[in-house]
């Protein structure tokens, strides 16, 4: 039960726009759902993460939603800007591991 | 900078080698979290430590061991090594001894090259 699924995996906006990245995963025990921020050659760093007993979480641009009925979460970016550029990962935490999705690399255009 | 340090930065290696990778967590957390991250597979669970022992394994190779020490640094070793096993290793580590709810503060990584 530790498959973890994200798509896109390559994801392109405008400056100023939102983007939005899901997740899936299969293990119905799963209660934690971080989302890692990965730039160019530095290491991953948590930007936001959500419970399950807690359906949406929101800091400033950025927000998680979480549907454990249907299994899947979102990280959405408002007003996008050319700083957010990077990889970003979403994982699943069940009990003491944690496994992440592919990633998705998130070109936002000036 | 988050606190956790790895060494070697850079790693180059031949098939069949063995090589040791280490980690020294922040000040103060007791877990330590072993990935691999390749350039198809994204971040890969290996296996965490919490307080010198073993608390939970992922998708760790046999060829692949881990340890803690006393002092809470972590060494992961990797033997006979193939060409699949280049890759970006990162060791991370949290206060808790599980990982729900704490946040895993990564280290820089080590890039292991096998030639």
């Known amino acids: 039960g530790e498959n973890v699924e994200q798509h896109p995996s390559t994801l392109s906006v405008q400056e100023g726009d939102s983007a939005v990245i899901k997740c899936t995963y299969s293990d119905s025990a799963s209660n934690y759902f971080p989302w890692y921020k990965q730039e160019l050659g530095k290491r991953p760093q948590l930007i936001i993460d959500?419970?399950?007993?807690?359906g949406e979480k929101k800091d400033q641009r950025i927000a998680v939603t979480l549907n454990k009925t249907a299994k899947h979460f979102s990280l959405h970016i408002t007003e996008t800007q050319p700083e957010d550029s990077a990889v970003y990962f979403c994982a699943q935490g069940t009990g003491n591991q944690f496994y992440f999705g592919t990633g998705t690399s998130l070109t936002v255009i000036p | 900078d988050s606190g956790v340090t790895q060494t070697p930065k850079h790693l180059i290696t031949a098939t069949g080698q063995r090589v040791t990778l280490r980690c020294s967590p922040r000040?103060?957390?007791?877990?330590v979290y072993w990935y691999q991250q390749s350039l198809d597979q994204g971040l890969q669970f290996l296996i965490q430590y919490y307080n010198g022992e073993e608390r939970a394994k992922g998708n760790i190779l046999e060829r692949f061991s881990a340890q803690q020490f006393p002092d809470l640094h972590s060494e992961l070793n990797l033997s006979s090594l193939e060409l699949g096993d280049s890759a970006l290793y990162f060791c991370?580590?949290?206060?808790?001894?599980?990982?729900?709810?704490?946040?895993?503060?990564f280290g820089p990584g080590t890039r292991l090259t096998v030639l």
């Open positions: 000040s103060g957390d007791l877990s």
């Open positions: 991370a580590s949290s206060f808790s001894r599980t990982s729900l709810y704490n946040e895993q503060f």
């Open positions: 959500i419970r399950s007993n807690v």
